[in-house]
């Protein structure tokens, strides 16, 4: 990926970025394989961490799961629009991605998603307060445990819910001693450019 970057095809560039990204999914040491979403709630934006669960080069989408109560889904819901950042401290390499998202709940989406979760994933969403809420104290929740009561399993899957973004362009940064570069994709217009770092 380095010597990708230190040449000047854009081309090449955007392909092993999202490349990169698909191979993140499955790796959770992956640098990739957590990023930074932000959602605006009332003109202001929000930030959290979220893991990178799916991509799809093709379409230009990436996924996380989240809780249905959760504040994020309140923001989307008014102002779909979210973006992700990722950041890579070997490779110097930062991305910010602008997307429009879409929810996916008690949908076939969301099904293979639940389906394919492990238990432990599953065992997050089963806070009995609304993701955050003010409480008393933490909920602590066992997510090793193994005898679970279908109830609570079918309580969590009803929390459970997919969140689908669409990139409408990419911008990255690559820090690097030979020489500073920045890039933006525009998948609107499907022109790539340099930009001033």
């Known amino acids: 990926m380095r010597e990708t970057l230190l040449g000047n095809d854009l081309i090449e560039i955007e392909k092993q970025i999202w490349l990169l990204l698909q191979q993140s999914v499955k790796t959770a040491k992956s640098p990739f394989h957590q990023a930074y979403v932000a959602t605006i709630n009332n003109n202001f934006p929000e930030q959290r961490t979220v893991v990178l669960r799916n991509i799809n080069i093709e379409e230009k989408k990436l996924r996380f799961h989240t809780d249905i109560r959760s504040e994020k889904i309140e923001h989307l819901n008014h102002n779909n629009s979210l973006s992700w950042l990722f950041y890579d401290a070997e490779l110097k ?8 998202a879409e929810i996916h709940y008690n949908d076939e989406i969301a099904d293979i998603a639940w389906n394919n979760s492990r238990l432990a994933s599953k065992m997050c969403y089963t806070t009995q307060a609304k993701s955050g809420s003010f409480i008393a104290e933490p909920e602590i929740i066992d997510v090793n445990q ?3 009561e279908p109830e609570l399993l079918h309580f969590a899957r009803k929390n459970f819910c997919i969140v689908e973004s669409k990139a409408f362009a990419m ?4 820090l690097n001693a030979k020489g500073n570069k920045r890039g933006y994709f525009d998948y609107l217009t499907e022109d790539f450019h340099w930009r001033q770092i």
């Open 93 to 100: 390499l930062q991305l910010r991605i602008y997307t429009k």
């Open 146 to 148: 193994k005898d679970i």
């Open 171 to 174: 911008d990255f940064v690559f």
